[in-house]
């Protein structure tokens, strides 16, 4: 199957727009509970090119079905030279190692830019990403039990951790 990996144009973000909102409308995998606007995305994902973070779009056909881009874990100095990334797919288009290609990218581009841990955060229930993570060399950093709440029922966090300087995978 031919994928393609490339930069964020402006126009991808009506994609990236039902991408994201189906995720906040129908899983517990983004914490959010409001859908998107087109002008937030693209005001969101062009001043992250403006801040020199790489925003990276996924072709499967011609056809958005994937992003990935990273942004800061926490606001205080101290922590800039940890990141948190994100990383969706369109509904049905997972498995097919494009995940894997798409993050190993933005890996290298954090590792490039100097940063040294990349954060991944995820609802426990969430065992695909999990795995996904690990394969790729992210360990568990911590769990916080009930700290979101969505669709009824309480939420638990993980946080996985992955060392940009000392990468023994080599990503």
């Known amino acids: 199957m031919s994928f393609q990996i490339r930069s964020f144009k402006e126009e991808d973000s009506p994609a990236i727009l039902e991408i994201i909102n189906d995720s906040i409308l129908n899983t517990s995998f983004n914490y959010d509970y409001y859908p998107k606007t087109l002008e937030e995305i693209k ?4 001043e992250k090119i403006r801040d020199g973070i790489p ?12 992003y990935a881009t990273f942004g800061k874990f926490r606001a205080k100095p101290g922590y ?57 060399g992210f360990r568990e950093a911590g769990r ?13 966090l993980v946080f996985m951790q992955l060392n940009l300087s000392q990468d023994p995978r080599q990503v």
């Not at 005001?43 to 062009?46: C, D, G, S, T």
């Not at 940063?115 to 609802?123: E, L, N, S, T, V």
Request: charged letters at 20%; glycine letters at 12%; hydrophobic letters at 40%.
């Open 55 to 66: 925003v990276l779009v996924c072709e499967l056909q011609n056809r958005v079905c994937g």
């Open 43 to 46: 005001e969101m994902f062009l």
């Open 80 to 136: 800039c030279r940890t990141i948190e990334h994100s990383i969706y797919f369109r509904e049905g288009t997972q498995g097919k190692g494009m995940g894997t290609a798409l993050l190993k990218q933005l890996i290298g581009l954090a590792k490039d830019q100097g940063y040294h841990i990349m954060i991944a955060g995820m609802d426990s229930e969430n065992h695909g990403s999990y795995r996904f993570h690990e394969r790729l």
């Open 144 to 156: 916080f039990p009930e700290v979101a709440f969505k669709f009824g029922k309480w939420l638990n």
